[in-house]
């Protein structure tokens, strides 16, 4: 053991994260102000959100029920009777101040997520404290106005789940499987659109280190200001690191805040003024206790919408022409599996539906940095430009270019074909006068293939390809330059 | 159960109320006398009871996600200490300053 | 020391019962402009005629009155029917939210603040024709129980300003007992409209927790409080209140329950009522004159044909304590919102902390700054099991004894509001002299029941109270009641 090792070979990391979600309702949790993203500043608020006097909060129906989905989906146990409890600190965003959240008396306990499977087969799973609801603060901007911070409080009141897990997370790896599968399943029951740009999901760490095969835990920190999952993990190792060497030293980690800065790669203490927070959490008196009848918990249940395992096995039974690599990629997000299906079935040809999903699709989403539900092409046009191909209507080559038209303009895939002439051309004449063209414009290459060069054939037939913009019918070229040579 | 000087400066700074030495002093026995009257609670055996309240035994009720707000029949304009572009403006803090913001 | 300030006599409108001004407004005999003038001319005289001011309301504007009185009457000529309050005046504590008229608690740290939106139970008012004619005075967030804790300076008791008019809601009360106005609106929290009533010989109703929507009442504790009514008379208040009782739905503690023809409660006999005389309320060291009154009171009940039955509610010994731990830790929550930031005072102070502080400090009151600090304390780590949890605690073994006193046949309690008839201005140097004046009252605050003042009788000429206590949501019995002892006791009842 020397200082020079990597702090990994004599210290565990040992990491629990808190994770909030923000619920995709379209009113607030305690009063009905859009939580539409964007707008001007304060524009979405009203006297309960800006906190003025005399306001009451009503809870909001759907920001429960797409909670009680959440924390079922996690496998949480879901509590008949919770209750809303007042976390009392100052900030200039938080109108009352006090944050409305739940303490003592969450909404669920208990539930996991499988991240992964150990090399013998079993499972890695983490093991889950609490999912809760909570009010979401405004926005302090700090940069906008000479001294003076700006606060905008369209996003107070906003409606979020926090979900706290054990620390049952081993490293920095272990923590962005467990954020992505956590951001899978949530995607999948739709309560959230899980974007860490638009800040619906937003993660803090609690991070210790402590001697390979000792079972204590060592004393943890907390970063905060998390906005990536890379960061995550970057922050994570970082923190890691610091916590190693203040062991190596003989030293003792304090427990405190710090603050994770993406640009420069390191984690800070926060700036403490008290010496301790004192939240002097007490129940809120303006809400009697959130009491949920089973049977609506039980229907929320049978309505759960298909989770990603199931959704896996499933697709290794129904499409078992598809390899497991290519399912996993269709699994991976709801929206990708959703689409795939759609294509599959109006297609009846599942294989060719996949590859699309695995290749071009992602391509065109990357080369205008989109997601799939902003892509012009819609799945029965996809289905239809498949069909098309397998009908011997179109090429695959001209398939290619037809469809990067329709992401272009959403038209469907024959008028494109239509329009662009790539309708295959199985007509001799024209394909023959396509093959004269080629000759002419390459006659060291006829003059080889015509001498008996056969191995030419292929280059000669994309050249024909080529020219015809991809309508021409491969095999009938092949056919065509065959004959020329006596065959 | 007594409050010290260093209870008042602790529960004054929670509650962001500024006290000068002079009132924290007279707070500290202010605030004993009429703790020493609440002495008497824990003689009370409350073993086994709830600590809620028998009354509002009702449930929350549950509002539909759905509009509108309650309105302002004034803009925020016209009460806000400090505003400008339509954000509230209080003196500037830096991004960090305070870890109690959660 | 008699203070007393001779009031300018009523008359014409002013002197009618409001339900019989709203039956004169909605015949067409009444404009509805001039009680409204009547209301504001009576307030300004009596301002004139005592050098100091009885202080009892804050806020007035006579053209913003006139609009309402000319909209009520507009309303009458369209043919839409009259409302059950239309063309009453009506005077607001100034902790419920009005968008005409500032709304400041009584405290600096609101000091021009006119909300952009109304309380329910304003909103209820204007839509049953009411004209809400001034906000009163009270104590700075309805803390205290005279109405000398105003950062507008202290009311006082119009039967004798030298007195303090109780409180928190003094203003109310004092409008009533003044003649500005049959129906004021108050809050309670602890007492704060029973007890007033009291001082000033007037009725004071707390209805049940929930039945009147709290949404634009500014909180102070909110498990606790609830706007009350005031009325010149039994009726005055049952008609107050039916307008403002129900359902709403912006209240989450709001009751989704009907609500009963109060004013339809009348009745004259009394038999097979059993009324519960709590011998926790009348401890040996109570002042006999009080006792001597309410002893008068339970022989007029007797004789309506009520059974008096002796009870005990054991644990009513400790609702002080209880209450000024639960009152004040709800209030140093409710009180965090006013910081400067969005509305209100805002001082500067060394970057955002010094604001925080230079404008809390300086913007709340002492006894407001006491009770905030109080609270924090019952609710920071280490504490919170000792004082708020053990309070609530007690506070439901408080609940219990109502709820078995209600369970073994009693229908309602009697006892006195208060132990002393109004006190003089600066008696209470002591805060917890003055928590002790709620004693009767914060029990019926404790365990959410319903309850209601009535003046008995006077002791060197000043108004005593009686204390009505029903089951939740029967506040139809407790006017029942309350009207059957009001007629028994007729002109006794203000001698």
């Known amino acids: 053991m020397t200082a020079s090792s990597p702090p990994g070979d004599r210290y565990e990391m040992v990491v629990g994260l808190e994770v909030h979600v923000q619920l995709a309702t379209a009113t607030k949790i305690f009063c009905r102000c859009s939580t539409r993203f964007g707008g001007a500043p304060n524009a979405n608020t009203c006297p309960v959100c800006l906190g003025l006097p005399g306001a009451l909060p009503v809870i909001n129906q759907h920001a429960v029920g797409l909670a009680v989905r959440a924390a079922q989906a996690l496998d949480c146990t879901v509590r008949p009777s919770s209750a809303f409890a007042r976390k009392n600190y100052f900030y200039p965003d938080l109108p009352k101040g006090y944050q409305i959240s739940q303490f003592d008396q969450p909404l669920a306990v208990g539930g996991c997520v499988t991240i992964g499977t150990r090399p013998d087969g079993s499972p890695v799973v983490v093991n889950l404290t609490r999912v809760h609801l909570e009010e979401d603060a405004g926005k302090s901007i700090h940069d906008r106005y000479p001294g003076a911070t700006a606060v905008d409080l369209n996003r107070a009141g906003v409606p979020l789940i926090e979900i706290v897990s054990e620390p049952d997370i081993r490293g920095s790896a272990e923590a962005e499987a467990y954020l992505t599968v956590l951001k899978r399943i949530l995607e999948y029951v739709a309560v959230s659109d899980v974007s860490m740009e638009r800040g619906s999901l937003r993660v803090d760490a609690n991070v210790s280190a402590r001697i390979r095969g000792e079972s204590a835990l060592g004393t943890k920190t907390e970063i905060k200001n998390l906005n990536s999952f890379s960061g995550v993990v970057r922050a994570l190792e970082a923190e890691f690191a610091r916590q190693c060497a203040v062991l190596d030293a003989g030293g003792r980690v304090e427990q405190q805040t710090m603050i994770w800065d993406s640009a420069s790669g390191r984690v800070s203490p926060a700036r403490s003024k008290e010496a301790s927070h004192d939240y002097r959490y007490f129940p809120d008196p303006d809400l009697p206790p959130l009491v949920l009848h089973l049977e609506w918990i039980d229907e929320i249940k049978r309505a759960m919408p298909e989770l990603p395992e199931a959704r896996r096995e499933r697709y290794r039974t129904e499409y078992a022409m598809i390899g497991a690599s290519i399912v996993e990629r269709l699994v991976a997000s709801r929206a990708v599996g959703d689409y795939f299906e759609q294509v599959a079935r109006q297609s009846a040809d599942p294989k060719a539906a996949a590859n699309w999903l695995t290749t071009e699709v992602p391509a065109a989403l990357n080369a205008s940095s989109s997601s799939l539900d902003q892509l012009a092409v819609r799945p029965a046009d996809l289905a239809q430009l498949i069909t098309l191909v397998n009908s011997g209507v179109v090429s695959h080559t001209a398939a290619k270019q037809i469809f990067a038209t329709m992401v272009a303009t959403g038209d469907p895939p024959r008028r494109v074909a239509e329009r662009d002439g790539l309708l295959k051309v199985s007509d001799d004449d024209r394909l023959a006068a396509w093959i004269d063209e080629v000759l002419a414009a390459s006659p060291e290459e006829a003059a080889r293939y015509l001498g008996g060069e056969q191995r030419l054939q292929g280059v000669l037939v994309g050249q024909v390809m080529k020219r015809s913009n991809g309508s021409a019918d491969p095999k009938r070229v092949n056919q065509l330059l065959a004959a020329r040579i006596g065959r | ?102 | 020391m008699n203070g007393s300030a001779a009031l300018p006599p009523e008359s014409g409108a002013g002197a009618l019962s409001a339900g019989e001004l709203r039956d004169a407004v909605a015949r067409g005999d009444v404009d509805p402009a001039a009680p409204v003038r009547a209301a504001l001319e009576r307030a300004a005289a009596i301002a004139a005629c005592d050098r100091s001011g009885l202080n009892i309301l804050l806020y007035t504007d006579a053209d913003d009155a006139r609009d309402q009185a000319s909209a009520v009457a507009e309303r009458g000529r369209r043919g839409a029917a009259p409302g059950p309050l239309a063309g009453v005046p009506v005077v607001l504590k100034d902790n419920i939210a009005t968008i005409t008229l500032p709304t400041t608690c009584g405290s600096r740290i609101l000091d021009g603040y006119v909300s952009p939106y109304d309380a329910s139970a304003a909103a209820r008012l204007r839509d049953a024709g009411a004209v809400i004619v001034a906000k009163s005075n009270m104590d700075e967030f309805a803390m205290g129980s005279s109405t000398e804790h105003s950062a507008y300076g202290a009311a006082r008791n119009p039967l004798d300003s030298a007195r303090v008019p109780g409180g928190s809601s003094g203003g109310s009360a004092a409008a009533v007992a003044a003649g500005l106005v049959r129906i004021a609106l108050g809050s309670e929290t602890g007492g704060s409209v029973r007890q007033p009533a009291a001082f000033c010989g007037v009725v004071g109703v707390k209805p049940t927790y929930g039945r009147v929507s709290r949404f634009g009442l500014v909180a102070f504790a909110s498990s606790l409080d609830q706007i009350g009514v005031f009325g010149r008379t039994v009726d005055d208040a049952a008609l107050g209140l039916q307008v403002i009782a129900g359902h709403d739905p912006l209240d989450s503690t709001s009751a989704a329950l009907p609500v009963p023809d109060y004013r339809g409660a009348v009745r004259g006999a009394m038999t097979g009522v059993v009324i519960g005389r709590p011998r926790e309320y009348f401890p040996d060291d109570l002042d006999p004159r009080v006792r001597a009154r309410c002893d008068a009171a339970f022989d007029a009940l007797a004789g309506l044909g009520a059974e008096i039955r002796d009870v005990s509610l054991p644990h009513s010994r400790l609702a002080i304590e209880a209450y000024y731990i639960i009152a004040p830790a709800e209030a140093s929550s409710n009180l965090a919102r006013f910081d400067g930031v969005r509305y209100g005072l805002r001082l500067e102070g060394d970057g955002l902390r010094g604001m925080y502080e230079a404008t809390r400090s300086r913007g709340f009151g002492g006894e407001v700054t006491r009770r905030i600090l109080l609270g924090t304390y019952v609710l920071s780590a280490g504490y919170y099991d000792a004082y708020y949890r053990k309070a609530q605690q007690v506070r439901g073994l408080i609940a219990r004894d109502f709820a078995r006193a209600f369970g073994d046949g009693v229908h309602l309690l009697f006892t006195p509001t208060t132990p002393t008839p109004a006190f003089a201005l600066g008696a209470c140097a002591e805060p917890y002299d003055m928590y002790l004046s709620d004693v009767f009252t914060c029990t019926a605050n404790l365990a959410g029941v319903p309850a209601l003042s009535l003046p008995i009788g006077r002791v060197d000429g000043l108004p005593v109270g009686g204390q009505l206590i029903a089951p939740h949501f029967d506040e139809r019995q407790l006017f029942a009641a309350a009207f059957a002892l009001e007629r028994a006791l007729g002109a006794a009842a203000h001698r």
Do not use: Y
Request: charged residues 20%.
């Open chain 2, 1 to 102: 159960m007594a409050v010290t000087i260093d209870d008042v400066r602790h529960i004054a700074a929670l509650a962001r109320l500024g006290v000068d030495d002079a009132r924290a002093a007279s707070l500290v026995s202010e605030l004993n006398t009429i703790l020493a009257h609440m002495d008497v609670l824990s003689t009370v055996d409350t073993s086994g009871l709830d600590a809620v309240a028998g009354i509002g035994a009702f449930a929350a009720p549950l509002g539909a996600d759905l509009g509108p707000p309650i309105p302002l029949v004034r803009p925020i304009e016209s009460f806000a200490p400090q505003e400008r572009d339509g954000f509230f403006l209080v003196p500037r803090l830096s991004t960090h300053e305070d870890p109690e913001a959660a």
